[in-house]
């Protein structure tokens, strides 16, 4: 569920009326999106052969960076646009989409390793 608290943090920002809180919430935010790129590096960790791990961990840092440099032009463009309230609610939604998308197709990986070793 950390996955969704990055989503949930800037909806927060959002809705702040005043900066300490919108300060707060980022770091919230921040905090959760840390722990979701931890727990998917470690999945990749126990998910991926040994001989193409470090492929696979360059490849996933590769795929990061290339989204981060769409989306915060993009964005910006957006809050240009629309404004930056409305611009952070289409984020936000994003975000959440994704983090709901990545609970459903990581479900697998999490329930093997819930699973005791025998």
Known sequence: MVCLVFAAGYGLVAASPVF??????????????????TLSTMGLQLAVPDALRGRVLAADFALVSLSLSISFPGFGALAGW???????????A???????????????????????VP
């Open 20 to 37: 300490g809180l919108a300060l707060v919430a980022v770091g919230v935010a921040h905090l959760g999106g840390g722990a979701q790129w």
């Open 94 to 116: 994003t975000s959440a989409a994704w983090g709901i998308a990545y609970l459903f197709l990581t479900r697998r990986v999490r329930t093997a390793e819930a699973s005791p």
């Open 82 to 92: 629309l404004g930056p309230t409305p611009a952070l609610l289409v984020a936000v």
